[in-house]
Nanobody
Framework: QVHLVESGGGLVQAGGSLRLSCADSGRSFSAYTMGWLRQAPGKERECVAAVNWSGRAIHYADFVKGRFTISRDNAKNTVYLQMNSLKPEDTAVYYC?????????????????WGQGTQVTVSS
């Protein structure tokens, strides 16, 4: 079973940084592709970044490339999202998610397990 809990969201000014963390209390963390998805008010949920079980295969949405970095520590059952150069359009609820799949990261329906979400607000 997978149980995901996010932390690290908050309010930051444009150009600032935040680091999100997501811890899994289950026993199969290293078997899953982990990802961060976000949903802004009035918009569909979208995949921000994903990392495979080994950490060697990483996917980023075009709108965060060069600004966000996803990483994982399987020994700590934790996945991270380092967000730099934040923009007001990055404002959203960010969700940690897990899937046994190794493709189709961009489709939110590909993700099986979800955290409760953490709010990220970027002021201009």
């Amino acid at each position: 079973q997978v149980h995901l809990v996010e932390s690290g969201g908050g309010l930051v000014q444009a150009g600032g940084s935040l680091r999100l963390s997501c811890a899994d209390s289950g026993r199969s963390f290293s078997a899953y592709t982990m990802g961060w998805l976000r949903q802004a008010p009035g918009k569909e949920r979208e995949c921000v970044a994903a990392v495979n079980w080994s950490g060697r295969a990483i996917h980023y949405a075009d709108f965060v490339k060069g600004r966000f970095t996803i990483s994982r520590d399987n020994a700590k059952n934790t996945v991270y999202l380092q967000m730099n150069s934040l923009k007001p359009e990055d404002t959203a609820v960010y969700y940690c998610s897990a899937t046994p799949r190794s493709s189709d990261y961009g489709d939110p329906s590909s993700w099986t397990y979800w955290g409760q979400g953490t709010q990220v607000t970027v002021s201009s």
